[in-house]
């Protein structure tokens, strides 16, 4: 079902913590700040800190248990693509960055609007 498809388009490496079923805040800001320290390597500033883009990964998860992040949680979430990317890739950050300004911070509203 929908939990096998994601995990077969996410591999394990990147989040070997999920293996053990959960991603803490600790883990989630590591994985972050590695995007950080390669966007600061590009001669660029992230403009935000670790602890603001951790804090909204959590927001936008909401998991079930406040201190950690499931697969299941990453799944049901429905941005658990964005969230991946957000934390492995420089790339996918920055779009979800410049989405976020041109689209306001609740991104089901622009929808309704139409």
């Known amino acids: 079902g929908k939990l096998s498809a994601f995990e077969e388009r996410v591999p394990p490496l990147p989040f070997p913590s999920l293996s053990v079923g959960k991603l803490s805040a600790f883990e989630v800001s590591f994985f972050f700040r590695a ?11 992230a403009g935000c ?4 883009v951790t804090g909204e990964i959590f927001d936008m998860v909401k998991p079930a248990h406040p201190l950690y992040i499931t697969l299941h949680d990453l799944v049901n979430c429905k941005v658990g693509d964005t969230v991946v ?30």
């Open 35 to 45: 995007v950080v320290e390669k966007i600061a390597q590009e001669g660029e500033d």
């Open 85 to 114: 990317g957000i934390l492995t890739d420089m790339h996918s950050f920055w779009q979800y960055e410049r989405r976020e300004q041109y689209n306001g911070h609740d991104e089901g509203e622009g929808d309704q609007q139409k």
């Open 49 to 52: 800190t670790v602890a603001d």
